[in-house]
């Protein structure tokens, strides 16, 4: 980033590593997000690697089952908690104050408290790996018993899941707090960018439910050290309880991960079609129904558990009612693209790419909410596929947008555009060699979390490691790409782009250290 | 070799590409579910059929349009943006018609799933336990019951040795079921949480700790159908695969009967003496499927999960204690109580077996009368 503004404040950023590590600047927290995202995002795809390098045969070749387990574990910890979702923080941190027209973020050392924490937390999960019985090695979702037979590590499960809580659940506060109290005159909510409305929404979604993770993870703790039984059939509990207090919090989590992937989307399409977005409004309340469903569907993750029918059924209908807003988003999208004026420049494939894959994502979700089949779908290698459909197609593509859309405007450099625009085909061509096949695997009867498998499974196993590696390579392509646009390229305007519309486009690039000092007129 | 592995892989590549054209050709690979043999498998398949074709329909329409605009609305062909950006009746129209879509595969859900979870009637009842890692089947009205372990020799896994036909979809002890029966199966697990899954016949259920699921299977084919443990339950979850044998009415009642005068045999071997040798023979089998998974088969254990028995103080000290540990497991560890899972010869071989084994030379014998009398 620019170390150097031209602005006449009375300070600019301190120099050398006290800058970002005493930072209360939304732009200095941002970028920290931003590139610890990126650096999880390699740690995370590193352990992806190993696991489809032992899925490229049958038979064990390179790792044990139990270290193969704590990789599937310790992989999604890390995308989920340490890729994904500081990535969208980052870019909440850069732009929300930007596109509302705020000087900074309004409590700007929790900021910087909320980002700092997340080193320690992750430093913490990952030394679990050198641990007595190995890193955590009973899946993500952390199901009693299973998880109580976590050695060494399992302490230091349960206390880097709340420090990651508590960094989001202040991440969130600060981001309600701005843009509640920050926006510039005339900047009324049914005027804010599409970005700022689901961000806001996602905000909520936060703070209501990883206490609601916090909880049961605490009652995990004192179930092993305190001797409580709230999840021990011996003692009186209820082992399913569990899935359902983490499934509550587990599926708001799902969405908080896309919402401010389709705030982004909706930022982008219009840029390059030249076109202004189609229903924003509408696009404002499925954002909200969806974040309301959201807290009645959990059980649709666990309709093996033995639910009565009645259960079953409600859970059946509700998660099929998500559809219909999610289906409003997508025609909004085709129809911000109909009769534009598009090009087609990095942000814009990947925002196309998304809208695609997405809802490739979108309809295998329909398909394992009917409740009779998913009692096949469940647990295999179809649900992998869908999961990774909305989540690497969907809100890992959505950074990628993101960052090639906004990266000019934070160094003031253009990106090279021929290595974005290969960055993006090459993606685009080897996440579907590596996760399409997975939905015949899983319609085939290939269970999940398997380091083995029987021997009919291996040739889509093999194209899907294959496009799994290429598909890794792939992303350092992206870190040369960061790395060359920071460093230099041609000079970018202040807007940017030819259809750029928002207040973030009228600042200069890069833009002063603090955002607006004096707020700009919102019409 | 290599030639071959390649062409395979193309021809898979190509039948993916190809997935809608020929599936029946493509079988091979296992593109789609199996219809199955039971009504339920099929009725799940007639659903699945069903909504992937709506989701089809859907996504031609939605990425034709798209397309179009794509190739279309560009600025280098001299597009020029128009101005519309809303419209209350097309957005009102794209929500109520995909809700009535959506209403349209609730109702044949529906039934589904209402006859799926009818259990009642049944012709007969198995409990069906999930033990870390494998599976115990009791037939309730029978008084039959065995433990179903994987059959995959380890070398296989580890590549010693070409993987078999049935490569880690082979058990033991198959559950045996008779044909065009209502067999209702009684799902638990004894540790953590495991779900009994064969594809062909359509249901999953978790096996929870502490409660009993049911479900139903009615098998309309005689044959082998295969299947596995599909919730993760620990190190050896990829290994506990399931294997149903459905047999015709006389072939079923012949097994019934074998089953029994198996287990008096048993029941009349468990009160006479045995010796050193037999107990080591039989000790090593047990403890190979029942025990090595954990404490290695050389006995010492995984450090920090499991503990080494060669050399340790319960091994080597006295008998009572070791019996007890076996017996009675250690609850909240992952050490489970296998008295329910092994006969009185098994726990006392295998106990003899780990006194004796890898250096432990305790020279004690443990006879099944001891481990019965310590019940
Ligand atoms: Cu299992």
Redesign the interface.
């Known amino acids: 980033m620019s170390t150097e503004t031209t602005h006449d404040d009375h300070h600019g950023p301190a120099r050398g590593l006290s800058r970002w590590v005493f930072t209360t600047n939304h732009k200095d927290i941002g970028t920290l997000y931003l590139l610890f995202s990126l650096l999880m995002f390699i740690v995370g795809g590193a352990m992806a690697m190993v696991i489809r390098a032992e899925l490229f045969q049958?038979?064990?070749?390179f790792v044990e089952?139990?270290f193969f387990?704590s990789m599937t574990t310790m992989h999604a910890l890390i995308m989920i908690f340490g890729a994904v979702m500081p990535g969208f923080v980052g870019l909440a941190n850069w732009l929300v104050p930007m596109m509302i027209g705020a000087p900074d973020m309004a409590l700007p050392r929790m900021n910087n408290w909320s980002f700092w924490i997340l080193p320690f937390a992750f430093t913490m999960l990952l030394s679990t790996l050198f641990?007595?019985?190995?890193a955590p090695?009973?899946?993500w979702t952390m199901?009693p018993?299973?998880v109580?037979?976590t050695?060494?590590a399992f302490p230091f499960l349960i206390f880097s899941v709340h420090l990651m809580g508590i960094s989001s659940i202040m991440g969130a506060i600060n981001i309600v707090v701005t843009i509640v109290n920050m926006r510039a005159p005339g900047m009324t909510l049914m005027k804010m960018p599409l970005f700022v409305w689901t961000w806001l929404i996602t905000a909520y979604l936060l703070i209501a439910v990883m206490p609601v993770l916090a909880g049961s993870v605490t009652m995990l703790l004192t179930d092993r050290y305190f001797g409580t039984s709230f999840f021990?059939?011996?003692g009186g509990g209820?082992?399913?309880m569990f899935q359902h207090i983490f499934w509550f919090f587990g599926h708001p989590e799902v969405y908080i991960m896309i919402l401010p992937a389709f705030g982004i989307v909706s930022q982008i399409i219009p840029t390059f079609?030249?076109?202004?977005?189609?229903?924003?409004?509408?696009m404002v309340y499925a954002t909200s129904s969806i974040a309301f469903l959201s807290f009645i569907v959990w059980a649709h993750h666990?309709f093996?558990?033995?639910m009565p029918?009645t259960g079953?059924?409600f859970f059946?209908?509700a998660t099929?009612?998500i559809?219909?807003p999610t289906?409003?988003k997508?025609?909004n999208w085709?129809?911000?693209?109909?009769?534009?004026?598009?090009?087609?420049e990095t942000p814009m494939l990947f925002a196309?790419g998304f809208?695609?894959m997405f809802?490739?994502g979108g309809?295998s979700g329909?398909?394992l909410a009917?409740?009779?089949?998913d009692?096949?779908y469940?647990?295999?290698y179809f649900v992998v596929a869908h999961f990774h459909y909305v989540l690497v197609t969907g809100a890992v593509f959505s950074l990628m947008a993101a960052a090639y859309y906004w990266m000019p405007k934070w160094t003031g450099n253009m990106y090279d555009e021929k290595l974005g625009k290969l960055h993006f085909w090459l993606s685009t061509i080897f996440v579907n060699v590596l996760f399409?096949?997975q939905h015949?695997?899983g319609?085939?009867?290939m269970?999940?979390?398997?380091?083995?498998?029987?021997?009919?499974?291996?040739?889509?196993n093999?194209?899907s490691s294959i496009g799994g590696f290429a598909f890794g390579l792939t992303q350092l392509l992206f870190v040369y790409i960061v790395y060359k646009t920071i460093k230099g390229g041609e000079k970018a305007t202040d807007r940017v782009w030819e259809g750029a519309e928002g207040l973030e486009w009228t600042l200069s690039s890069p833009p002063p250290y603090h955002s607006f000092t004096t707020a700009p007129e919102v019409k | 070799m290599l030639v071959t592995r390649l062409k395979r892989l193309l021809t898979a590549s190509g039948g993916a590409a190809l997935l809608l054209g020929a599936p029946g050709a493509l079988a091979e690979y296992g593109l789609n579910l199996p219809r199955g043999v039971t009504p339920i498998s099929q009725e799940a398949y007639d659903m699945h059929m069903l909504i992937f074709w709506v989701c089809v329909g859907i996504a031609v329409l939605v990425f034709g349009v798209m397309f179009y605009s794509i190739v279309s609305h560009r600025k280098s062909k001299g597009a020029v943006a128009a101005q519309f950006h809303e419209s209350t009746t097309v957005e009102i129209l794209w929500t109520i018609v995909p809700f009535l879509i959506l209403v349209g595969m609730a109702v044949p859900a529906t039934k589904a799933l209402v006859s799926m979870e009818d259990t009642s009637n049944s012709d007969l009842s198995i409990k069906v336990t999930g033990y870390q890692w494998k599976w115990g089947y009791e037939y309730i009205d029978d008084d039959i019951s065995f433990i179903s372990s994987l059959a995959t020799p380890h070398d296989q896994i580890y590549n010693e040795n070409p993987k078999g036909e049935h490569y880690l979809l082979e058990v033991d002890n198959p559950l045996v079921v008779p044909v065009n029966k209502k067999v209702r199966l009684l799902v638990t697990a004894s540790d953590v949480i495991h779900s009994w899954w064969v594809p062909q016949l359509g249901m999953k259920k978790d096996a929870i700790p502490g409660f009993i699921n049911s479900m139903w299977i009615r098998v309309e084919k005689e044959g082998v159908y295969r299947g596995q443990c599909a919730e993760l339950c620990g190190k050896d979850h990829g290994f506990m695969p399931i294997v149903v044998v459905a047999k015709n009415e006389a072939d079923y009642a012949q097994w019934v009967a074998e089953q029994k005068s198996a287990a008096s045999a048993d029941a009349a071997a468990a009160e006479r003496e045995w010796s050193m040798d037999e107990l080591m023979a039989r000790g090593e089998k047990v403890y190979a499927t029942s025990c090595a998974a954990c404490h290695q088969a050389n006995g010492e254990g995984i450090p920090g999960a499991f503990p080494a028995l060669k050399g340790s103080a319960i091994a080597t000290g006295p008998v009572d204690k070791h019996i007890d540990v076996i017996l009675n497991g250690r609850s909240g560890t992952a050490m489970a109580a296998f008295g329910a899972q092994l006969s009185d010869i098994d726990i006392a071989a295998v106990a003899t077996y780990e006194r004796n084994a890898w250096g432990n030379d305790t020279g004690d014998l443990v006879q099944p009368s001891a481990v019965k009398a310590a019940r």
């Open positions: 049958p038979g064990l070749q089952p139990q387990n641990m007595d019985g190995g090695a009973g899946g199901y018993p299973l109580m037979q050695g060494n021990d059939a011996a209820d082992p399913v079609a030249r076109k202004r977005l189609f229903g924003y409004s509408s666990m093996t558990v033995g029918l079953e059924l059946m209908y099929m009612m559809a219909v289906g409003v997508v025609f085709v129809s911000t693209m109909w009769k534009g004026s598009m090009t087609f196309v809208v695609v809802t490739i309809f329909l398909m009917i409740t009779p089949v009692f096949q469940h647990d295999t399409f096949p015949f695997l319609l085939a009867g269970p999940r979390r398997i380091p083995d498998y029987s021997t009919q499974f291996t040739e889509f093999q194209i």
